[in-house]
């Protein structure tokens, strides 16, 4: 990377708000934990901390945990993907629900997920282990297909007692936007068509059991790759 990718990047990370990672914050909120709280007012909420439509205390707590997320690896852009900083991702966006905020899950808390295909309950991973599969996940030359590798080999290995799919895709957005792609990551959600929130939580329940990540790549390639507006 030359001296300009170096500015051009810094400049995109030091100029992006948590407002813009309104659709991240939003989408993820909204199929992985139920938030309550319609897309206009979270925007509202980070942009301003307005309560204004904010459903519950439960929709109040997470969407303070997915905002300072946000701002962490807007912080953090541009730093190594590396065990440590999955870790702290994970501890700010679940401080206010799991008992041990960023730390790895032990084999002997069987923590899984219930599919429609089976239960899935991957094997506990030390920092080594957890380091490795960063490897691999951003080996490619596409800084995207990275970022989707990132998001469902994480989002898979459930390596903590919580958060697991927020981290996962916060985590790779990190990615994104310390490399000045222009390009965020949000989950595929229609508030008018319950089915495409459906259809990415099967696709992803098919790569936990099934082992077939191809499905739900190809559709965040198509409907959850989204640019940043500046």
Known sequence: ??????????????TLTVTDLAGVVYSSGRVFDGLSTGRLDTENFLRSGSLAGVASRADLALLEDLRDAAQFVIDHAGCSIDAGFVSAVNATLTRSGALHPGQLRTQEQAIGVSTAYGRHTPAALTEDALQTLLDGATRSAQVQENALALFVELATAQPFEDGNKRTAVFVANSLLIGSGAGILLTIPVNDNDPGVARTFNDLLARAYICGEHDGVKDLLRSHGLTRISQ
């Open 1 to 14: 990377m030359n001296a300009a990718d170096r500015e051009e990047r810094g400049h995109t990370a030091t």
